[in-house]
Every structure is written in C-alpha cells, then in structure tokens.
C-alpha cells in the first residue's frame, strides 16, 4: 500500500507523472467525474478525475458529499483552471459512506449558529477549517515568540484555592456528595472533610504563580486553560479560555507594553506568513460578510489590510487621564450617543468608549495606562498621587479594533507595606495568600506581567464575530455539549 500524501503536499508538489495515494472527505463531485477532496491539511481541494465510463455505478453512487475516500492514482499537470495539478484515479476505495440525506451539513453555506449546534461536524467546513489551522499557527507562534527569548513555560496550577482577581466568578472544585455535603457546627458547609480540606475552584489566572515562577526563573510564561463563572453572554467572553501570562523580573511597565506589543506582532507576522490561504479566504468571507451591513457601518479595511496595518503601525500609548479627557471631548459623548456617558474621572471605560478611541480616534490599537487604583486589581504597583490627588496604579490594557481589550497586565506591587495595605483595604485575605505575600519578604524586586485572550487573539486575526467560533467546544452559559 502506498503512503498517504496531504492535500497540501501533493499541490504545492513539482513532482507529476507519479502514483500517489490522497485520502479525505469529498467535498463535491461534478459530472459524475471530478471530485473536489479535501483532508484539512490546507483550505483547497484537490481535483480527483474520475474514469465514470469504467468505474462501477454502484461506487460512483456512494461518493457523496461527505464521504471518506482514499484514492490512488497518478498526479498530473491539471487539465483545468485554478489548480496546478489533479490526480487521475485509477482505484477509488470508500472508507466511510455519508448518506445524503442524513448527513446534516449541506454543500452550501450555512449559518454560523447552525454550525454552533453542529461544532462536532463544522470543522468539516471551510470557514472553520481556516479558522483552527489559523488558531494552531497563533498557539505555535506564542510558544516560538517566548522560547526565541529565553523565557521558561510553566505550567501553573489548574486546580486553585486562590481567586486571583477577587472577583469571585470561579467554579468550585469539590468531591462532595452534593446532595448531602458535611457541615460545620454553623450549618456552613465544612470544605475541611472535602478532598483539598479546604474550598478550592477552577484557576480565573494564573499570574500569581506566574509571579512566584519569575522571582527565580526571571522570565516565564504560562498558556493555559482559565475558567470564569462571569455571566457575560457576549460575543467576547467564555467560561473556559486559554490565556497567555507571561511575568517578567526587573520589567517595569514600559518593558512590560514593549512586550506585549512585540509579542502581538510576531504572532499576527506568523499567522499572515504560514496561513496565508486561509486569510485570504478569511478576508474574502469577512468582505461578503461586510456587503450584507449598511454602507457607512463597513469597515474602511479588509482583513489582511487590518492585520498588515497592525504590523506597521506603533500602538498608540496613553493614559487612562488622558484617554478621559478625548471621550469627554469626544462628538458622541457631547451628542448623547454614548449609552454611558462619560462625565467624570474614575469609572471604568465601557467596550463602547474603547472602540471609540481605537476605532474612531486613534484608528490603531491603543495601550492605555495608569488607571484609577479603584478599579483596577490589588496587585498592581501604585503610584504616587497626581497634583489634584488623583491615586492610580501602573496598569495596562490593550485595546484593538473590533475586539476592544486583549491584554490586560501591569508592573506589580513589590513593595510588601504597600501592597498589605491594599490588600486590607479591598478585603484580600492576607494569610491565605501568604505565600504570594513571601516573594515581597524574600528578594523582592520590580517585575511585571499581563494575560492575553487567545480566543480574543484568535478572534481578531481571523475576523470572526464571535468568540464562540474559535474555539472548538465553546463553553459559555447553558451550554457545555460535546
Ligand atoms: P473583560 O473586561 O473584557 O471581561 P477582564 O478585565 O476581566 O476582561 P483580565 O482579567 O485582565 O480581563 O484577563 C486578561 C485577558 O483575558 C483579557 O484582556 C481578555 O483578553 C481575556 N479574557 C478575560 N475574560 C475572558 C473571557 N471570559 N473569555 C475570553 N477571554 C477573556
Ligand atoms: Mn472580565
């Protein structure tokens, strides 16, 4: 038996006049005499012509739209337009049949909520093929960045007794008879008699074992799963996600956006280059996209210009201050356009307030920094107060086109009083986190670090609108099928 060629192999070959062996799935089939196959290894199919006069009817019948076949047969120099080669077959073996009439993907373009219900299947078509050899390049890309530069994977823990935000959006970990769990004296459920002895959940980050990793190893990352109970049904969160936190030794905040920015970069440069095809086809499928919206709500760019233009330009770098004073200013916020009007200084920048500024004003990505203290988590170092008394903390968010925040980090707090002391202010308990509370004891030193969203990364270097479409099996609320 001859080897399995890929689809991609065999077209981008110089070699013809040779037997090969191709196996995939049909994606149509003409004339009783072309079969248009395809094996995910690239968007494009390869053209398999079919000798209909000296084949058996019956087989011919059985090669359906999404049928598994293998065939054998010569590659040649294509007869026809668009493709360089094709194979003419000279043996053709149905692996898997696929009736027609059962099968529920149809060889046309179907919905993306249709294929949501259908995630078991959709891989099988072109736009998710795109979008999961595209997803795969990023994943590589973010490992090649970090390894190029010396820094050390660490795989932190998924299971956590820690909430790393404070926010409370975990999902327990417990192997509890739900039903009948053991209680304290106080009729409190007593997490002592469960499996940890003591209430652990799902890890909402990994940041601050990141921290402890980077106080020895000095430049770390992690790439792992991260679980939020966050009711938001939007099209840019998930309960399960992967993010990307990498912590840094003797970073302060400007080191901290260089990297951020570099690292962005070099992933979207990776994807461009590798997946070329599948963008293309991705551009091709936003613009059709595009057409059915009104004239004045199309984007200016396609695709690939979006992704080119965010390789070309600096983000633009501002504070959380200034970024206040523009939206103020800002023509929607003086016309009451804005849902939540921007008055004051202080409150959290709604997504609608950041797509102006990276939309509309700047029109590039935009990393703002400097946030009131307020809002922002009790770990980010402080700063000294402004002339009007105004308290922030070194954060920094980056901001994108169509997404709104991707990465979300700052330079942390080193200094032990003054990290104690906002942690008593926001009601962190000390002792549980006395081991993060050690690295500011023992050796202290500026670091710094952030998380970004890889489906949020995903989401913007394939155009898709929702986040639910670049992951395999989206986990959001209510659903957790296949
Ligand atoms: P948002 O305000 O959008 O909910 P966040 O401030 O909660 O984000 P961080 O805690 O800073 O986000 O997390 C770091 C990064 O992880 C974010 O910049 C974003 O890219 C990503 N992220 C956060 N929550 C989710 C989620 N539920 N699903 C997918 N990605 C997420
Ligand atoms: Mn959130």
């Known amino acids: 038996m001859s080897q399995r060629i890929k689809i991609k192999a065999l077209l981008e070959s110089e070699q013809t006049g040779i037997d090969i062996t191709v196996k995939g799935w049909v994606r149509a089939f003409r004339q009783n005499r072309f079969i248009a196959l395809n094996d995910g290894s690239t968007n494009n199919n390869i053209q398999i012509v079919v000798d209909f006069e000296n084949t058996d009817p019956a087989l011919l019948k059985r090669i359906t739209f999404g049928a598994a076949i293998s065939v054998t047969g010569e590659l040649i120099p294509s007869q026809g337009q668009g493709q360089k080669v094709e194979v003419i077959a000279k043996e053709i073996e149905i692996l898997g049949d696929c009736d027609p009439e059962e099968y529920p993907l149809q060889p046309k373009r179907q919905t993306l909520e249709f294929l949501r219900e259908k995630a078991h299947l959709r891989f099988r078509t072109n736009t998710f093929g795109a979008i999961f050899r595209v997803r795969n390049s990023l994943a590589f890309a973010v490992h090649q960045f970090f390894q190029e530069r010396g820094f050390i994977y660490l795989h932190t823990p998924i299971i956590t007794a820690s909430d790393a935000e404070g926010a409370g959006e975990t999902f327990h970990v417990t192997n509890f008879d739900l039903a009948n769990p053991p209680k304290t004296e106080n009729g409190e459920i007593d997490f002592s008699q469960d499996f940890f002895a003591k209430a652990t959940n799902l890890t909402v980050s990994g940041q601050l074992e990141g921290e402890l990793g980077a106080m020895a190893l000095s430049d770390i990352y992690t790439f792992g799963p991260t679980f939020r ?123 609608e307030h950041e797509r102006y500024l990276v939309e509309k004003h700047f029109k590039k990505p935009v990393i703002l920094t400097d946030y009131p203290k307020e809002i922002k988590a009790f770990y980010m170092r402080q700063n000294e107060p402004d002339a009007n008394g105004r308290e922030t903390v070194r954060a920094m968010d980056i901001l994108f086109p169509g997404i709104g925040e991707i990465v979300g980090g700052s330079q942390r707090e080193e200094r032990l009083d003054k990290l104690e002391q906002r942690m008593d202010e926001m009601g962190i308990p000390k002792d549980e986190l006395w081991w993060y509370l050690d690295t500011r004891r023992f050796g202290a030193c500026p670091h710094a670090g952030f998380g970004l969203g890889f489906e949020r990364l995903v989401l913007f270097v394939t155009g898709m609108g929702n986040i639910r479409d670049v992951i395999p099996f989206p986990r959001y609320p209510k659903n957790a099928e296949f």
């Open 229 to 351: 109970a966050e009711n938001s049904n939007t099209t840019r969160h998930l309960a399960e996600f992967w993010m990307i936190e990498p912590e840094v030794a003797f970073n302060d905040l400007d080191d901290n956006m260089d990297l951020a920015e570099d690292m962005l970069k070099y992933v979207i440069k990776y994807a461009l280059d590798k997946n070329a095809d599948d963008i293309e086809f991705l551009t091709q499928r936003l613009t059709e996209e595009e057409k059915q919206k009104p004239q004045n709500e199309r984007s200016e760019m396609t695709l690939v210009d979006k992704l080119q233009f965010c390789l070309d330009n600096d983000f633009e770098r501002l504070t959380y201050t200034e970024a206040i004073d523009i939206l103020k200013e800002s023509t929607p916020n003086k016309k009451k356009k804005f849902q939540y009007p921007v008055e004051g200084w202080g409150t959290d920048l709604q997504s």
